[in-house]
């Protein structure tokens, strides 16, 4: 089985988590979008591990890692990532493979991304300022380069030169100071020496695998409402973190795919700007309080907000949940009351999904049921059936909210504090 998992929010859903837990019954595990602007947390044992742009599944023995075409890589980056997962024990060479299509972040990028957005002030989008937006512009204005020229060392050195200078220009034109040239050739060449071994034509790699009858599971970065088409615009990422994007950013067609299973929070987050409709600062004390909900890339404190069906619903309109993963449940163990956001209301009307227009979006206000909390910690609980009433009340009403099955709960970053329904 063919599985893709997608955020059903606004990201940092726990899809590490989710994509190690599913990792032990698959074979392949692919990237398929996004850049370092994303952060997986997966809790192994006792050890932690907070990875960018590898897939979790290289924490399994014996399962390859696929990093497509529709991800946007810095090399350097990638880099430290590899030597981190070696340092700790880990086998990198024959397990993880690099799209050749993929697209390169560069310094410039990076620089463009944070002057673009010190320019935009109270307008500003919060993005992680990794270069991810101007590398994806790169590429669909079609003058960025790809991890196949670092397979060419003098090409690479000459289509690198071009474009540094090219960008010093804007960057001038923005108040920056512009990328040293020399110093930059030096570490992405360095870089490139590293990353050459594991730079291959993974389209043709995935489907000589799918005649295998080898089991491949996509790995989403972000989420839905971060997605470039139909999450919360302008407020959005550079790509598409929906499930179409699996097939797109892989080259796995969608015929070939089996199932798509949502992971959503027992609550709803975001990190940077653009409406909260459910933000409460209830929550948000709650759960700073507790030393959780800070960015794994950034280190922010997220924002933090009551449960919103009408996002979940839309977000499974939009991928097609076969299933659905819920986590962080223990998160809302103190609580006597849990709101849940079943509808919106806008100009004195009651709508059933989000709204495209941002003045719109920004207007709508948030109709509530409420649900009986629990008051136990469920945070050592192993099996579903032993989680308490009002708990798994909760769990069901938020899946049929949403409208897919609900298959796993999540009570605790660790592989063992995952609960099968």
Known sequence: MNTILVGAQWGDEGKGKIIDVLTKDADIVVRSQG?????????????????????????????????GNGVVIDPVSLVEEIKGLEARGFKTKGNLLLSENAHLVFPYHRAIDELRELRKGKGKIGTTKRGIGPAYGDKAARVGL???????????????TERIETNNIAIKALGGKSVPVKETLVAYEAAAKILRPYITNTVVWLHEALTKKKKMLFEGAQGTFLDIDFGTYPYVTSSNTTAGGASTGSGVPPHRMDRVVGCMKAYTTRVGE?????????????????????????????????????????????????????????????????????AYELKGKRIDYPPVDLAEWNAIKPVYK????????????????????????YLKGIADLTGAELTIVSVGPRREATLWV
């Open 35 to 67: 850049g370092n602007n994303a952060g997986h947390t997966v809790e192994v044992g006792k050890e932690k591990y907070v990875l960018h742009l590898i897939p979790s599944g290289i924490l399994w023995p014996k399962k390859t890692c696929v990093i």
């Open 274 to 342: 653009g409406n909260l409709p459910t933000e409460s600062a209830q929550l948000a004390d709650l759960f700073h309080g507790m030393g959780r909900e800070f960015g794994a890339t950034t280190g922010r404190a997220r924002r933090c907000g009551w449960f919103d069906a009408v996002a979940t619903h839309y977000a499974g309109l939009v991928n097609g949940f076969d299933e659905v993963a819920v986590t962080n449940l223990d998160g809302l163990d103190s609580l006597s009351e849990i709101k849940v956001c079943v």
């Open 146 to 160: 790809r991890l196949v020229d670092l397979l060419k060392p003098a090409q690479f050195k000459e289509k690198l």
């Open 370 to 393: 409420t649900f009986k909390g629990w008051k136990t910690d469920t945070s050592k609980v192993r099996e579903y059936k032993k989680l308490p009433v009002a708990a798994r009340n």
